[in-house]
């Protein structure tokens, strides 16, 4: 199946109506129907300002940013990115072509998502 790989890089700490903003985008990504969402954290790294960010046991929490992807179908990509515009949520992100599917699926998952070979 062709799609959509949606990377969204937030603040650990940024919150939005009340949860943290990775929080937020993976539960209204679950009410949109997207098959699933995953939140990582940064290690280390560095934005537009091009601070360096690092994870240590001394630093204050909410200084490193924490990833945010999907794997959807173009139409889950139109309708998460609107939300987010609409919800005015500024926030850097990637929009990647992607191929995926599932090697053995089993009967529970859309026929569509069967792998190629």
Same mark, same amino acid.
Request: glycine residues 8%; proline residues 3%.
């Given at each position: 199946?062709?799609?959509?790989?949606?990377?969204?890089?937030?603040?650990?700490?940024? !919150?939005?109506?009340?949860?943290?903003?990775?929080?937020?985008?993976? /539960? /209204? %990504?679950?009410?949109?129907?997207? !098959?699933?969402?995953? %939140? @990582? !954290?940064?290690? %280390?790294?560095?934005?537009?300002?091009?601070?360096?960010?690092?994870?240590? @046991? @001394?630093?204050?929490?909410?200084?490193?940013?924490?990833?945010?992807?999907?794997?959807?179908?173009?139409?889950?990509? !139109?309708?998460?990115? /609107?939300?987010?515009?609409?919800?005015?949520?500024?926030?850097?992100?990637?929009?990647?072509? %992607?191929? @995926?599917?599932?090697?053995?699926?089993?009967?529970?998952?859309?026929?569509?998502?069967?792998?190629?070979?």
């Amino acid at each position: 199946m062709n799609g959509a790989y949606l990377r969204f890089y937030v603040h650990e700490s940024h !919150r939005h109506h009340g949860l943290l903003l990775w929080e937020w985008l993976l /539960k /209204k %990504a679950s009410t949109l129907d997207i !098959r699933g969402g995953s %939140a @990582f !954290r940064a290690v %280390a790294g560095f934005g537009r300002h091009h601070v360096l960010h690092e994870q240590t @046991f @001394f630093e204050l929490a909410g200084s490193v940013a924490v990833e945010v992807e999907f794997i959807v179908t173009d139409q889950e990509a !139109r309708e998460l990115l /609107k939300l987010i515009r609409e919800e005015k949520i500024r926030l850097f992100y990637a929009h990647i072509p %992607a191929h @995926f599917g599932v090697i053995n699926p089993d009967d529970e998952d859309p026929p569509a998502l069967g792998s190629i070979a």
